[in-house]
């Protein structure tokens, strides 16, 4: 996987792309937690759920499909008036959060370890990587994160996620302008 700062600073180039008009640090908050929310299936290792599982590591939670939910379902807990309101700005909304959200999905498929990403889940469990494995893969727990390991990933991350994260926000300012 990539680690919280990838994850997180690709939420943040992703939140730029949208109208100013509901960029508040709420949004911004939203942004990043859907970044993060897939890895949240690692607290299946201490109950016992395998990697390869449907719920294991990489599996369903790292799918088209949840980011697809999880997009409507955080736009409806957040921004419900906008449901009823403005049901345009609510899509849009709902948009952001699938993109930052698979976002996570499709960062880990760049990654150099692991058993790759069921992006089709539930429909179909086999996992997958891009072709093009750049980023290094970031350890799981902070005790190992903090290591030659973590700052190798950070390095990589610097350099796949960081840097057309800031092209791309640079130019999303001058396209608006």
């Known amino acids: 996987m990539a680690s919280v700062f990838g994850h997180a600073v690709a939420a943040i180039a992703i939140g730029s792309s949208f109208p ?57 807990i ?26 996570h999905s499709l960062l880990d498929a760049l990654t150099t370890g692991g058993r790759g990403v069921a992006l089709l889940s539930p429909f179909d469990n086999t996992r997958y990587f891009f072709p093009w494995k750049v980023i290094k893969v970031s350890p799981i727990g902070i005790s190992k994160f903090f290591s030659e390991w973590g700052l190798k990933v950070l390095i990589s991350e610097l350099k796949w996620i960081g840097v057309p994260s800031l092209v791309y926000i640079l130019g999303m300012k001058i396209l608006k302008k």
Request: proline fraction near 1%.
């Open 20 to 76: 100013k008009i509901k960029q508040s640090g709420k949004f911004w908050l939203i942004c990043i937690i859907c970044a993060l929310l897939p890895d949240l299936d690692v607290i299946g290792f201490n109950f016992g759920i395998s990697y390869s599982s449907f719920w294991g590591h990489r599996g369903f939670s790292h799918s088209i499909f949840f980011a697809v939910f999880n997009g409507l379902l955080v736009a409806t």
């Open 78 to 103: 957040f921004y419900y008036s906008l449901f009823k309101s403005d049901k345009k700005k609510f899509l849009l909304l709902s948009f952001c959060f699938f993109l930052c959200t698979i976002s």
